[in-house]
């Protein structure tokens, strides 16, 4: 199981909290020195940014893993910091190195950030906030290059995050996605209940789909379905893209939510009643539908709420998934209305665009 840290920046006695967080994030990944260390400073320049600059937000860590079969996807930490604060009016600008706004600060905050970590991409409108995801994984040579999409080389990529109730040690929700050739196969599951119990449903749903990615959706879950029976269940989508022909077919049994915008129009992709590992369907639709290159695909657990908004910004739809995936998670809730259950998002996204988003 993986364990997931929610930590609320409201001053600066929690930006140690945070660091700490990102060094033991670290610990149970098992990065090198160099690398905890980078995730440490990442970690604390995001935080001291949420209090100097947003009036407060939270940061989300959750570790990643090999979930690519490309070499550079290896397992590392993921640290998404979130605010609904003024925003940036010119981000080009506060990624540059030694770039302040605030008279105490020494200015070298995100620019800082974009440069040390492994994957940094920033969304920022003024009036609305900033979300920032930054992925550190084992040393490797410095960024110099601006932010942008992760996993940058040709093809659709996806990304997302995990929250946990209450801040619990372990989210009951997980999501995985696995590329082999032209195939890209994503996964969400969201165990029943909450703690440990319902986080061995979701991680044991993530573990089987690396042996079974070959396969179609439903069938997937079939597979799924046997190797949750010894667990409480869990409710699992699974969308599946071959980009040779550009089809996406998705399949989802319980409370899944499901996307899909084409074309600047969102549709829903439905999940069927059930229980994966306990009560299966007899029969397990899949819907299938085209991918353009303007394509994006949001899966959610039923901790989003029900009537949550897809981003209509188009710049949002540019940026790394799990950018995406937590301005979705970020605008579904605030502190007068936060979130009741474990949450997960994840996205689905293209082929990134030339250049920064």
Do not use: Y
């Amino acid at each position: 199981m993986s364990p997931v840290w929610d930590i609320p920046v409201q001053d600066s006695t929690r930006v140690r909290d945070v660091r700490v967080a990102a060094e033991a994030a670290c610990a149970r990944t098992g990065l090198d020195a160099h690398s905890t260390a980078v995730a440490a400073l990442v970690a604390t320049e995001l935080a001291t940014n949420l209090v100097k600059h947003a009036s407060g937000g939270r940061i989300l860590i959750n570790l990643t893993g090999p979930c690519d079969t490309r070499a550079e996807a290896v397992p590392g930490v993921q640290i998404t910091s979130l605010d609904h604060g003024p925003g940036i009016g010119n981000v080009q600008a506060a990624l540059r190195d030694g770039h302040t706004t605030a008279s105490s600060s020494l200015g070298a905050g995100l620019g800082t950030c974009l440069r040390v970590s492994s994957d940094f991409d920033l969304h920022s409108r003024p009036g609305r906030g900033t979300v920032a995801v930054a992925r550190i994984r084992p040393a490797r040579p410095p960024r110099t290059s601006s932010p942008g999409p992760a996993h940058s080389a040709t093809g659709a990529r996806a990304g997302g995050v995990v929250t946990s109730l209450a801040h619990a040690e372990h989210s009951g929700d997980a999501f995985t996605w696995v590329r082999s050739g032209a195939t890209v196969t994503l996964l969400l599951a969201d165990g029943l209940g909450h703690g440990g119990k319902a986080a061995e449903a979701s991680t044991a749903a993530v573990e089987e789909l690396h042996t079974s990615a070959d396969l179609p959706p439903a069938d997937i879950l079939r597979r799924l379905h046997e190797a949750l029976r010894t667990t409480r269940g869990a409710a699992v989508g699974v969308a599946q893209l071959d980009e040779s022909t550009g089809r996406l077919s998705f399949a989802g049994v319980g409370n899944i939510g499901a996307r899909l915008r084409t074309d600047d129009e969102w549709q829903p992709l439905i999940s069927h009643p059930g229980i994966v590992g306990a009560h299966f369907p007899a029969t397990v639709p899949v819907q299938q539908s085209s991918w353009r290159p303007d394509s994006l695909l949001v899966l959610h657990s039923d901790g989003l709420p029900s009537r949550w908004e897809p981003p209509h910004d188009p710049q949002v739809l540019g940026h790394d998934p799990a950018v995406t995936a937590a301005v979705v998670l970020r605008d579904a809730g605030s502190a007068a209305r936060p979130l009741r259950d474990d949450t997960s998002v994840a996205v689905l996204a293209p082929e990134p665009p030339d250049g920064p988003p």
